[in-house]
């Protein structure tokens, strides 16, 4: 199957098939209608961990926190909304700052997987995957390199989503302990053909 928009890959996420995700909230979620303090509250108390990454409409929104602790999350939302009113953004879940084990951005091609992996646990997924260059490996080699950082149960999970969607761009991170929706320790950040 392909993936050529955010849309359908947040249909399927929200559908269980793109793997473990963090849990998000969105400040136009019919159910928290639409009001900042319920979207916080609904984060907080759902949530598996107590930080939170808060996310615009656009890659460049300047609004952006990659870590956000649970006790200053109401305060620097409501910070964002008189900054930027009209903007919708989202609440994630995530990790605390060195939690994370290793970011990999990969594809496989033939017989061949281009990856991109870093192991900074300070950078968030994009800022490690700018950081390191792409490199193509075998098959045998790319999944040395995945078992090596990532739970054998997750290296089959991720095995069976590069079988269920060939050819697409994957971005995932590797954690030291069990978060996401699924409580595994990977999470599928994205499955994209665009």
Known sequence: MKIPNKPLFEELQLSGKTGNYFEQWRIDDPDGNGKLPNMVARAI?????????????????????????????MEICLKIQKLAPTDAFSIMEVTQPGGCRANMQYRQTHDYMDMTFGTSSSLSLREDIAANESVSYSMLKANQILRAHVPPEDVDMLFDLMAEYPGAIFEVSAYSRPCGVMDRKTIVWEIRHY
């Open 45 to 73: 108390a759902g949530g598996s961990t107590d930080m939170f990454y808060i996310r615009g409409p656009r890659p460049d929104w300047p609004h952006t926190v990659f870590w956000c602790p649970a006790a200053r999350l």
